[in-house]
């Protein structure tokens, strides 16, 4: 049975990658060999935004020590990762989309040859005003966020690149695009 692929989500945060993989998981509606992977993160859950499974630091450690998670990566304080189902949904000829870190992107696209990275973007005024408007950091910490979008560059020559400075159709239905041309 052939893999599928890969797709590995990223971008800066507060550029929106949730809410456009959002508005595209509701138009592909499983119309595709595709499936989006959840995220497992050590934060409190929050229905506003990513549909992700929460866990306590040390649920975290209990699964990442017994291999439950196929990647994992720590930023801004918490530790993510998507759990090892997506390696037997690519094993099943389904393609998979994660949400992943632009940091540790070049260790996993090691590991995953046919791997396509897909970067979200917008412009750094958009950045600031999303950062600002969701309230979860003070001053510093969005001027720390800022700096670090501009600091993380992507080398890799599959990258596509998703601009979510305007309306959200508009990034949601390139993402549309990218992901019914790479599902199976």
Known sequence: MASGRLIYLMGASGVGKDSVLGYARARMNGRYQMLIAHRYVTRAP???????????????????????????WQ??????????????????GLSVVMNGSRAHFAKEASRMPGILPVMIEAR?????????????????????RLA????????????????????????????????????P
């Open 46 to 72: 929050d229905p506003a935004h990513e549909n992700y499974i929460s866990l306590s630091e040390g649920e975290f450690a209990l699964r990442k020590g017994k291999g439950i998670f196929f990647f994992d």
């Open 75 to 92: 930023a801004h304080d918490l530790h993510y990762a998507v759990g090892i189902e997506v390696s037997i949904w690519l094993s099943r």
């Open 124 to 144: 750094p005024e958009m950045l600031r005003q999303r950062l600002e408007a969701r309230g979860r950091e003070g001053p510093d910490a969005i001027a720390a």
């Open 148 to 183: 670090r979008a501009g600091s993380l560059s992507i080398l890799h020559p599959a990258l596509l690149r998703i601009d979510n400075s305007g309306p959200l159709e508009a990034a949601g239905e390139r993402l549309v695009d990218v992901l019914s041309r790479a599902a």
